[in-house]
């Protein structure tokens, strides 16, 4: 007389839970990635010992060679303010962070205070940690 089970064991392996990690991975990483702002500029900033958590709307960089740009645009002095106005408006709690090399004359930095001040905007000053 032959035992037989009659619960079957099913060899069959299921790729449903797998797949959901591998979405929930994809989307993760997706997300972060949009989340870093990385710069094409190399600058060295200089070393500050504060950071601050405000988060700028735009950057405004100024080069060892004295070019401005504003994110990586390179754009003129002269066109500096329009340039900022468009992107910026009007919003008076709006960040601006400057990223100035530490070899740039302060009167370069000085010229993009008074931008911002003429527009009411707040500055950052982006340095590196000591």
């Known amino acids: 007389m032959a035992i037989t089970s009659k619960n079957k064991v099913s060899i069959n392996f299921s790729n ?8 929930l991975l994809l ?5 972060t990635s949009t989340l870093v702002h990385p710069t094409a500029l190399k600058l060295l900033l200089p070393k500050g010992a504060t ?7 735009t950057t405004v960089s100024i080069t060892k060679d004295l070019q401005y740009y504003v994110e990586d645009q390179p754009i003129q002095l002269e066109n500096l303010e329009a340039a900022l106005q468009s992107k910026v408006g009007s919003n008076p709690e ?13 009167e370069y930095v000085v ?12 500055l ?7």
Not at 111 to 122: C, D, L, P, V
């Open 94 to 106: 709006i960040y601006v962070s400057v990223h100035a090399d530490r070899s740039v004359p302060v």
């Open 16 to 23: 449903a839970g797998m797949s959901d990690i591998v979405f």
């Open 51 to 57: 950071q601050t958590s405000a988060r700028p709307m």
């Open 111 to 122: 010229n993009i205070m008074n931008i911002a001040a003429r527009n009411q905007y707040k």
């Open 124 to 130: 950052i000053l982006a340095t590196t940690p000591k």
């Open 27 to 31: 989307l993760f990483f997706m997300l």
